[in-house]
């Protein structure tokens, strides 16, 4: 299995990945960590911490000649904005945020102590770890994307497009949106909200393709693939729901609008379904088609025109601090989305095809992709 933790505070020294059961011999391509870090600081309505930053990822551990050893790897992330000491108290803790919440879980009485490590700038260590993970199921042909399907209620209309087009469209796009027109009516919503002070939310919907069936179990409820990637999605800051396949619309269907059929495949020799309502797991197990995911971010908590709130020292009635913070952070939220979806399933896949080194990894999935054709 493939485990992995994160350290930093948000104006600290910088962020930290430290992961356990990479498998060795594995090339580590640290261009590519570099663009996925980069991927996550763009987008339209992005605040002033984006334009401080160049995040690059420097391997610390685990690593020779450019291959993984098998040992822990780890990552470090250098903030360039480090200034945790001399930043002031904060008193009035932020609705919506961990402020309040933290400071009475641990007694603090600065928000922040508590808001340097909730903040979600712990999501750049998160993508460096990700990025890895993506390395490891690169060499078996998965591929993941992500794509904003909706800011502040204007969705966008991708039904149509393949996968491929969709990870074009949305790579091009400063808002990760495949449908143009969508993509307009989202940036006057952004400025529209930033000139009230506010923030804005929205979905994104997160694409894996190729993976095999067989990942994940019905055994154990903690053995279930889309368990995981459930809790996994909703790990991510302001992330308050998420869907697999179709699962929001199916609760409102009948049984034979949902379900969806199985076929055989001569040609291929395997089991195909012609829809996928499902969202490529069944019964916790992927089962071969395209694992698809949905998550829904609320709004940021920290507003320009801040909410009232309370100082913690005189409980008097104060308004909401207020903090450098974006007016959305949907088109990110998909790149740590993504991250976190190649953890979860390249932890799984480690699992399931097992071995020390990429070399017999590789021969225990062959020997599997070929026990599926005599079934």
């Avoid at 992961?19 to 594995?26: E, I, K, S, T, Y």
């Avoid at 393949?162 to 027109?181: G, I, M, N, P, Y």
């Avoid at 923030?199 to 190729?210: D, Q």
């Amino acid at each position: 299995m493939l485990r992995y933790m994160t350290a930093g505070e948000s104006h600290g020294m910088g962020m930290v990945s430290i992961l356990d059961g990479v498998p060795a011999g594995l090339k580590m391509d640290v261009d590519f960590i570099n663009k996925e870090l980069a991927r996550r600081m763009v987008g339209y309505g992005r605040g002033g911490r984006m334009k401080i930053e160049k995040d690059k990822a420097e391997v610390f551990s685990g690593c020779r000649k450019g291959e993984t050893l098998g040992s822990p790897l780890c990552l470090i992330v250098h903030n360039k904005d480090h200034k945790i000491e001399k930043l002031p108290e904060i008193k009035n803790p932020r609705p919506g945020h961990a402020d309040l919440a933290g400071m009475e879980k641990f007694g603090f009485s600065d928000a922040r102590n508590v808001l340097e490590r909730a903040s979600a700038r712990e999501t750049a260590a998160r993508v460096a770890a990700g990025a890895v993970a993506k390395l490891i199921l690169r060499e078996f042909g998965i591929d993941i994307l992500s794509h904003v399907i909706m800011i502040g209620g204007i969705e966008a209309e991708t039904g149509s497009l393949s996968f491929s087009e969709l990870k074009d469209l949305s790579e091009k796009s400063d808002l990760r949106c495949a449908d143009t027109k969508a993509e307009d009516l989202m940036r006057k919503e952004i400025d529209r909200a930033q000139k009230e002070g506010n923030t804005l939310g929205g979905s994104i919907e997160i694409l894996a393709e190729a993976v095999p069936p067989g990942l994940g179990s019905y055994a154990q409820w903690d053995r279930r693939l889309d368990g995981a990637l459930a809790r996994a999605m909703v790990s991510i800051p302001a992330v308050k729901a998420v869907s697999i396949g179709k699962g929001i619309e199916c609760a409102s269907k009948k049984g034979s609008e949902v379900h969806d059929p199985i076929e055989y495949d001569k040609a291929s020799v395997s089991f195909k379904r012609p829809s996928n309502n499902a969202g490529g797991i069944e019964g916790g197990i992927s089962n071969g088609s395209r694992i698809e995911i949905t998550v829904f971010m609320k709004p940021i908590a920290t507003l320009s025109a801040p909410l009232k709130s309370v100082d913690v020292d005189t409980k008097e009635e104060a308004v909401a601090a207020t903090e450098r913070a974006d007016i959305t952070a949907v088109p990110a939220c998909g790149v740590v989305a993504e991250a976190a979806a190649a953890i979860e399933i390249a932890s799984f896949f480690l699992e399931k095809f097992g071995g020390d080194s990429l070399a017999e990894i590789k021969r225990n999935y062959e020997g599997y992709m070929n026990q599926l054709r005599s079934i």
